[in-house]
Nanobody
Framework: QVQLVESGGGLVQAGGSLTLSCAAS????????MGWYRQAPGKQRELVAS???????KYADSVKGRFTISRDKSKNTVYLQMNSLNPEDTAVYYC????????WGQGTQVTVSS
């Protein structure tokens, strides 16, 4: 069964850092694009960062220079390093994998206090 399991969310003060992890089951995930979306209360889900199987990356303008997405194919894991966090980054962060269908993780809460 295909699964994406996220970890690493939590509460952090503004200016702090967190690293999210998304562990995927199945070797297929080494060869497909993956990334992170987030959804803040009352807002639409937005794409934060994505990474291809060749490790090309894209970022939302709001996180460029602060967030870094990476993947470890040997561990079937994608990471999101988040620095200089601010309260506007508060959201539930969802890992996804784009295959014939889109797979989603269960989400992990990130709360940034001012």
């Amino acid at each position: 069964q295909v699964q994406l399991v996220e970890s690493g969310g939590g509460l952090v003060q503004a200016g702090g850092s967190l690293t999210l992890s998304c562990a995927a089951s199945g070797s297929i995930f080494r060869a497909i694009p993956m990334g992170w979306y987030r959804q803040a209360p009352g807002k639409q889900r937005e794409l934060v960062a994505s990474i291809t199987s060749g490790s090309s990356t894209k970022y939302a303008d709001s996180v460029k220079g602060r967030f870094t997405i990476s993947r470890d194919k040997s561990k079937n894991t994608v990471y999101l390093q988040m620095n200089s966090l601010n309260p506007e980054d508060t959201a539930v962060y969802y890992c996804y994998a784009a295959y014939s269908i889109t797979y989603w993780g269960q989400g992990t809460q990130v709360t940034v206090s001012s």
